[in-house]
Structure formats: structure tokens, C-alpha cells
């Protein structure tokens, strides 16, 4: 009996020491790595910690839901990450690419149901280049819409004629900042020159996207600590936190992936150090989980990245098996989001959903 009064005491005193921890998150934004491990390796904790990050996101960047309409307009990619089901040697994949006009059409379509940003992704596909892609960027802003690119390592050329042709934002992945994890994971790849570009796209005056995927293999919780502290420094506007889910036909097929509430909790601790910035809920959550999303918003989030890309290219950009929504039509998706999120009290954002940055202490 002496023992099980002891352990629920111990238990007691973690809590209190968990609790803590939250409260100084909230107040200050401010966590340090042994706080943030702690935190990270408590699963007690979890509900607190997207409950908290849950009330931040409403102080901070209120009730509505951001949409950005998604276009994945090019699946051939020049990289073999291991992790990803498009890499350059996967020879199943049947490749595709949109033509320039055919991806202005979907933007207007996608404008025109209601979308106030698209999101320009694809795989690093050089055919794309500037000259290609700045008057699609030009035609785009017409619709009276934001415009996101997310479509890799790029020379600084490219970004400042990107920039110049009307691009808003860039979103670009750091991955981990572990950088011998990285180096495995990404090969002929090199972290520091992706942060190179990380930083040429600050410099340009995009709003900078960034973000993780929790459940890599060999990924520890100390390197996901140190992952929300590098894009904390880096003070992204956006930071995108996604569940690894291995792909059949990937070198890690048979790794374990990440889950769901390690996920949502490292994504709550994201809200919680940046308390301004705009949170995807990303559909790989939904991937897990009906409610991926959902419980995404209730723990942080205040973006939704719905896909308006059309006809069988919805199945053939396939990063991560068990993608959503994938013989549905951008409509149908709108419509349907938009009912998910009302059905938890929330509103739909009429505006382009830039950052709008809080004093910070």
C-alpha cells in the first residue's frame, strides 16, 4: 500500500512540475530544451498541452480558419529523400506535371470558390524555372489572392524573380536539424545549404514557412526540442508540424511512423512558443486519424490547406500512402471543411491570413 502511495504521489509532484512548465509557456513563450523534453516525453501531459496551446491560438490569431487552396502541380522531383513517395528513383510513380496555363486555371477555379491563398507545391522539378513560373505567379495575382511557393532549394535568383513576380510566401521545410539524421534521410542534400535558403528567403521579405516531420526514424525527442527552438530562433511566419508516415515504396517502407499525438503535441508546443504565427492542420494528420484535423485546430492550428488540384493529379501526388479527399473535387473539399469546422464553433477567415506579428518581449 506504501508503494502505491508513493507512486501517486510521484505522480502528483510530475504533474505539478508538467503544469508548471505550461504555465510559463503561456505567460512567456519561452521554454528550455530540458523543459521542452520534459514536456515532449510526458505523455500525462498531452491534454494540457494542447489545451494551452488551444487558448494562445485564440488570444493571439483568434477563431477563424485560414483556407489556402493547394495545387500540386508537378509530382517529378531531382531528390531522393527516403522518406518520400515522389523521390527521383521510386519508378512506380506515374509522373505528371501541369503546363503553365492549366495551372492558372486551377488557381482561378480555386479563386473563385473562395480561396483567399494558393499554394503553389511541387516536387523540385527544374522545368519550372523562372522564366516559366513568373508569369504563372503574375496571372495568379490577378485573382485577388496570396500567393505560396513551395517548391524547394532554389538559387537566389529565383527566389528575388519570384518575389518580384508577386509571390507572398514561401514554404520550405527544414525536415530536423539533426543534421547526421539528415544527412541519412537526404542524400547528395545539404542541411546548411537548406538553411541557406531558408535565409535568402527571409531576406527577400517573403513570409517564411518552415516546419518538421515528428516520428522520422531514429528521430529522438532531444532533436524535435531542438527542432522547435531552431524555428522559434529562425521566427518563421509559418510553421508546418507533420507526422512521418512511411511510404511502400520508399527504402522506409517497414520503419515505424510517427503518431498522432506526439504530433499534435509537438505542434502545440510550436503555438505556444510562437503564439502569433500561423499553424497548418496538416492532412497527413487526417491520414491517421478521421479527425486529424480537427483535433489539429482544438490544439493550436488556424490553417487548413485543402487540395483544389484536379482529376487523378489529387492521387498521383502522393507523398505518404492513405492521402485524403483524393477522388474528391476541390468543392466538395471546401464544402466539406467548412462543415468540420463550423461543427466546432469556428469561422472561415475572409481575408488573405498574413501574419500579423505581436510585440514580442
Known amino acids: 500500500m506504501q508503494f502505491f502511495s508513493c507512486v501517486f504521489h510521484n505522480r502528483i509532484i510530475q504533474s505539478a512540475i508538467m503544469q508548471k512548465f505550461i504555465d510559463k509557456a503561456v505567460k512567456t513563450h519561452r521554454l528550455e530544451h530540458s523543459e521542452l523534453l520534459a514536456l515532449l516525453t510526458d505523455d500525462s501531459c498531452d491534454a494540457a498541452v494542447c489545451a494551452a496551446a488551444d487558448q494562445v491560438r485564440r488570444q493571439y490569431v483568434g477563431n477563424d480558419v485560414h483556407l489556402r487552396g493547394l495545387i500540386e502541380f508537378s509530382n517529378i522531383c531531382r531528390n531522393n529523400c527516403l522518406y518520400c513517395g515522389i523521390r527521383k528513383d521510386n519508378a512506380k510513380v506515374r509522373r505528371y506535371r501541369l503546363e ?24 523540385e522539378d527544374m522545368y519550372y524555372t523562372a522564366a516559366r513560373l513568373c508569369p504563372v505567379i503574375e496571372q495568379i495575382k490577378k485573382f485577388g489572392v496570396a500567393v505560396t511557393l513551395s517548391i524547394g532549394e532554389r538559387p537566389y535568383a529565383d527566389y528575388k524573380a519570384f518575389r518580384e513576380a508577386g509571390a507572398d510566401r514561401y514554404l520550405m521545410r527544414i525536415e530536423t536539424t539533426d543534421k547526421e539524421l539528415y544527412r541519412r534521410l537526404d542524400p547528395d542534400m545539404d542541411w546548411q545549404h537548406r538553411l541557406d535558403c531558408l535565409l535568402m528567403i527571409r531576406e527577400l521579405g517573403y513570409e517564411l514557412g518552415s516546419g518538421i516531420m515528428v516520428g522520422l ?56 512558443l510562437l503564439p502569433d504565427i500561423n499553424i497548418p492542420a496538416t492532412t497527413a494528420m487526417e491520414s491517421l486519424h478521421p479527425r486529424g484535423r480537427i483535433l489539429a485546430l482544438q490544439a493550436g492550428a488556424n490553417v487548413v490547406m485543402p487540395n483544389v488540384t484536379e482529376g487523378e493529379y489529387r492521387r498521383l501526388y502522393e507523398l505518404y500512402p492513405g492521402k485524403i479527399c483524393v477522388n474528391d473535387t476541390p468543392a466538395h473539399c471546401r464544402s466539406c471543411i467548412g462543415l468540420k469546422i463550423a461543427s466546432i464553433g469556428r469561422g472561415i477567415a475572409a481575408d488573405c491570413g498574413f501574419h500579423k506579428k505581436a510585440p514580442r518581449s
Open 217 to 272: 526514424p531514429n528521430q529522438t525527442p532531444e532533436s524535435i526540442a531542438d527542432d522547435l527552438l531552431f524555428l522559434q530562433k529562425l521566427d518563421v511566419d509559418m510553421a508546418g508540424i507533420g507526422p512521418f508516415i512511411p511510404h511502400p515504396d520508399t527504402p522506409l517502407k517497414d520503419a515505424g511512423g510517427g503518431t498522432l499525438p506526439l504530433a499534435l503535441k509537438t505542434m502545440a508546443l510550436m503555438r505556444l
Open 100 to 123: 503553365p496555363d492549366e495551372l492558372v486555371e486551377t488557381a482561378r477555379k480555386a479563386a473563385a470558390i473562395g480561396f483567399k491563398t494558393i499554394v503553389m507545391q511541387s516536387g
